[in-house]
């Protein structure tokens, strides 16, 4: 009977030598990519709407003039807090469930700080930034989850090069229907955002393959731990200076009496240059070696934070932190190609961002002084 039904009548077979792809492998690889771009690119608008509008929301809500910066760094602490959360979840419970807790701390966290900056209230302004840095903590740990190397990370950071070209519009939009309230309706742009960031994880497959650590020897994993060490050190440095020129640079166009536009602008000009070279490197399929790229984006840093100091014109601001946006892209490309290339587990990751967001935290408190 078995053979019977195997060799019925109108029953089409291939004798074909070729393996038809498995669906299931696609849905693992390419649209996960995709999902994971596009979810960061939301992630980072967010982020840039709420950098432009916390340091100076801080600076006028702040009952005393050395917490107007408050804001800014909870944001970055809750980031900081949230990275091994991140790492370890996406492995317990999949990425699906963990990028949706995150973004669903970041709707409730911008919309908070919303309320808080409509109200007056600082607590308020300073526990919904603390959330929003939860999910942005969450939403940096994409470039890990994509699986697919250095290539893929690029692909990753590169997508948010999108959200400078969004920001300025979602600005001027809460600026022409808030009027006085347009700080508080970009904050609730980055809710929506954030919730965009939630529909895109609906689709993420449960499950996320990280690489496997190495499984040399003592000596092998001594000179993991240096190198290791290095890198994240170097990386830190660019999360300091970049945070510094991103929370001192709004302050000091503020003092020039450039306002909220010139200051969203600016942002937007940063996280173009933070997010576009990565882009373009992921295009070209270039690999510039790690060390060498990571040392260059220092340089290139140090140059926009020197820059910056001094301005007086929005264009000159404009510049310098296009320079430095710049430098903190290939300091981070460099740092996150080296833990893809040596195969860094999952523990290894979160101590990198956590040390990374530790730094920005204090660029951020420093930010007026250095800027």
Do not use: K
Not at 176 to 183: E, M, Q
Not at 189 to 215: F, H, I, N, R
Not at 312 to 320: C, E, K, R
Not at 346 to 362: E, G, K, S, W, Y
């Amino acid at each position: 009977m078995t053979a019977l039904r195997e060799r019925r009548a109108g029953l089409l077979s291939c004798a074909c030598d070729f393996d038809v792809p498995d669906e299931s492998a696609l849905d693992a690889r390419a649209q996960p990519l995709a999902l994971i771009a596009a979810g960061f690119a939301f992630s980072v608008l967010a982020q840039a709407l709420a950098f432009a509008v916390l340091p100076i929301a801080g600076a006028v809500l702040a009952p005393r003039p050395e917490a107007a910066t408050a804001p800014v760094a909870l944001m970055l602490a809750g980031a900081a807090t949230a990275t091994f959360p991140a790492a370890f979840l996406t492995g317990l419970f999949g990425r699906r469930s963990a990028f949706a807790l995150g973004a669903s701390l970041g709707v409730a966290g911008a919309a908070l700080a919303a309320f808080g900056l409509v109200a007056g209230e600082f607590a308020a302004l300073c526990l919904g930034a603390f959330w929003l840095g939860v999910a942005q903590g969450f939403g940096l740990f994409y470039r890990h989850a994509v699986g697919g190397g250095a290539r893929a990370a690029a692909i990753v950071l590169g997508s948010a090069s999108l959200a400078a070209f969004a920001a300025p519009a979602v600005v001027g939009l809460s600026q022409a229907v808030a009027g006085p309230l347009a700080p508080a309706g970009a904050l609730i742009g980055a809710a929506l955002a954030q919730l965009g960031v939630l529909m895109l994880a609906a689709p993420l497959p449960a499950t996320v393959e990280l690489s496997p650590p190495d499984s040399a020897g003592d000596s092998a994993a001594a000179d993991f731990a240096r190198r290791f060490a290095a890198i994240t050190s170097a990386a830190a440095l660019a999360w300091f200076g970049m945070m510094a020129l991103m929370a001192g640079a709004p302050l000091a166009m503020a003092g020039c009496g450039l306002g909220l536009g010139a200051a969203s602008g600016g942002i937007a000009w940063h996280l173009l240059a933070m997010y576009a070279p990565a882009a373009a490197i992921a295009a070209s399929g270039w690999r510039p070696p790690a060390a060498a790229t990571t040392l260059a984006g220092l340089a290139l840093l140090t140059i926009g934070i020197l820059a910056a100091r001094g301005q007086n014109s929005a264009v000159g601001f404009d510049l310098a932190l296009i320079v430095g946006g710049c430098g903190w892209s290939l300091a981070t490309l460099g740092a996150t190609q080296w833990l893809h290339q040596r195969g860094a587990p999952r523990a290894m990751l979160a101590l990198h961002d956590f040390i990374l967001f530790a730094a920005a935290v204090a660029g951020a408190l420093l930010g007026a002084v250095i800027v």
